[in-house]
């Protein structure tokens, strides 16, 4: 049994390498990238069982015997979270071919795609099986590489721009965690995980210290915790809609779980939980702050990604059982809300042609389907019960009163504003791109533009304002110019082609304008592996509340093991006495 640990690092590695071979041959890559997922998916779920009911199990790659050699961990934590992050890639790529992104974007190197897609997919699995530091550092460089590559494919102008903002800081962040790892080894002796359990316990406290915080600042990076997270709300909503996706789902919360794992394995006497618990809480008001001020909601999104994390590092600070329950389960069901809200996006993006909030409006009665994909992920996000997202929030804020704390109350009332303001970001969202009547977002483009050097007065419009005190963002401002200008425009030859095409194309009294028709036609046909895809994700969405309490239970055992790692010592290391 212990020889399958590899398999899901392995299989997507022989994958890429034989789409590669399959270069001219696109259905060929599909059929190959799509059994790759499906049995990485099935293995990830046996596996889960299998910790689940026999205990942890390791292997050491090569047949090398310890300490020597790569060693791969599989416990409920790596399992759960393997299962979640394949069952996501795998929705993924089913919505990337359905999307074209395979033979018909002609401006993108597409046939590298599938390839660089399964490295990426390898990097996610050995992140989380990885026995050591240095490897976990591999994992780390397979994701940067397969991410720049998907960031910035098609070679547009902003994709470029964002794409080199993504590499350096992570490059920046990989030379960190190169040094840390030469600290620890110099320190210690040792890169494995297990054996750092013992041996960094013996250090001085300042070198132990000082260790923590170099590996601590290195997997912040990783996950976007304030004030290290700047750079993703610019890199993540240029990317092709899968792309950004599976980014938002999976990449940050390997950096997640890396804190989550070093902090339980390698530091269980100093949790730093004053220090992480005002990380946690700038993260959490900083992110929603800007996420309230977007005009587009993939940079909204963006945000609340980066807030949300802050609900993770809450629960890994507080270092109590409940506090770590509380993180293992938010992460499961943060990886699929994520990246089923970026999926809605692209269908929204795909049928409407923008996410501007400046552009948006009538979708609920142009795409109702849309609507309600997006409404389900979405209040799921902002906590409403009986959802996931409230599961997970309420057992945070419970650790949270259990631990007493003045700062810990601080988290518990940053976490329920943080999650308010969540909801007004999508209540706001909702109420411009799909309440609201085309009419009324032209007006609102109209007046944006005819107020815009007004600094003192508010636009009034017969449509929920995006901004605040008559205050717009640039891109706000563009947009708005550049809508108003296209719909005069297309308004215009609609009337010189056709002076009996019905109403004009805004006119508040018309039950369908012209620009709800032309969003009806043809044209806008959405494929039925995106929206198949799209349904499938939303749909396990809704799983995680329906399997709430198991899956809550199965996150309690992971925390017990986290807190109490002698079985992942042992098995990795089988001569090591408890302590």
Do not use: C
Request: hydrophobic share 50%; charged share 15%; net charge negative.
């Amino acid at each position: 049994m212990n020889s399958l640990i590899p398999v899901p690092v392995l299989l997507p590695l022989l994958g890429a390498g034989l789409t590669l071979v399959l270069v001219h041959r696109p259905r060929a890559q599909r059929a190959v990238s799509v059994a790759v997922l499906v049995t990485v998916v099935a293995l990830a779920a046996y596996l889960l069982w299998a910790v689940d009911e026999h205990g942890t199990m390791a292997v050491w790659v090569g047949g090398w015997e310890a300490p020597l050699g790569i060693s791969l961990v599989a416990d409920r934590l790596s399992t759960l979270m393997l299962l979640v992050s394949s069952s996501v890639a795998l929705a993924v790529l089913v919505y990337s071919i359905g999307q074209g992104m395979i033979d018909d974007d002609e401006s993108a190197p597409v046939s590298i795609y599938h390839p660089t897609f399964l490295v990426l997919v390898a990097g996610v699995s050995n992140a989380f099986l990885a026995g050591d530091l240095f490897n976990i550092f591999v994992s780390f460089e397979m994701l940067l590489f397969a991410s720049y590559v998907l960031l910035t494919l098609g070679g547009t102008e902003s994709r470029i721009r964002a794409g080199t903002i993504y590499v350096v800081v992570n490059m920046l962040s990989s030379m960190l965690f190169l040094i840390s790892i030469a600290a620890v080894y110099g320190a210690t002796g040792s890169v494995n995980l297990a054996r750092l359990h013992e041996s960094l316990a013996q250090l001085p406290d300042p070198v132990a210290l000082t260790l923590q915080l170099l590996l601590l600042t290195t997997f912040g990076v990783k996950a976007a915790m304030f004030p290290l997270g700047f750079w993703l709300p610019d890199s993540y909503p240029t990317a092709p809609a899968p792309v950004t996706a599976v980014f938002a789902g999976l990449l940050t919360k390997v950096g997640v779980y890396a804190i989550l794992r070093t902090q339980t394995l390698l530091f269980p006497d100093r949790p730093l939980t004053d220090l992480l618990l005002v990380v946690a809480v700038l993260t959490m008001v900083v992110g929603i702050l800007g996420a309230v001020a977007q005009s587009d909601l993939k940079r909204l999104l963006s945000f609340t990604l980066v807030s949300h994390i802050g609900y993770m590092i809450f629960g890994i600070a507080l270092a109590t059982k409940g506090g770590v329950s509380g993180a293992v389960f938010y992460v499961a069901h943060h990886i699929t809300i994520q990246t089923a809200l970026f999926l809605v996006l692209g269908l929204l993006e795909r049928r409407a042609g923008s996410t501007s909030l400046v552009r948006l409006g009538g979708l609920a009665r142009i795409a109702p389907l849309i609507a309600v994909l997006f409404f389900v992920p979405a209040m799921n996000l902002a906590g409403i019960p009986p959802l996931s997202g409230f599961i997970g929030k309420i057992g945070l804020m419970s650790a949270g009163v259990e631990t007493g704390t003045p700062l810990a109350y601080v988290l518990v009332a940053a976490s329920a504003v943080t999650s308010l303001l969540t909801l007004y970001a999508i209540a706001k969202a909702w109420s411009l791109a799909f309440w609201r009547t085309p009419a009324q977002a032209h007006e609102l483009a109209v007046a944006i533009v005819a107020h815009e050097q007004t600094t003192d007065d508010a636009v009034e419009t017969t449509s929920v304002a995006v901004g605040s005190s008559g205050r717009w963002q640039s891109d706000a401002l563009v947009e708005a110019e550049s809508f108003t200008l296209q719909r005069e425009e297309a308004d215009d030859e609609r009337r010189r082609k056709d002076s009996e095409a019905g109403p004009e194309a805004f006119d508040t009294e018309d039950d369908e304008t012209l620009y709800e028709r032309e969003l009806r036609g043809a044209s806008h046909q959405l494929p039925r592996s995106m929206v198949g895809a799209t349904v499938a994700l939303v749909a396990a969405s809704v799983m995680l509340s329906v399997i709430g309490g198991p899956l809550y239970g199965l996150a309690d055992r992971a925390s017990a093991d986290l807190l109490d790692p002698q079985d992942y010592v042992q098995a990795v290391l089988p001569t090591v006495e408890s302590r």
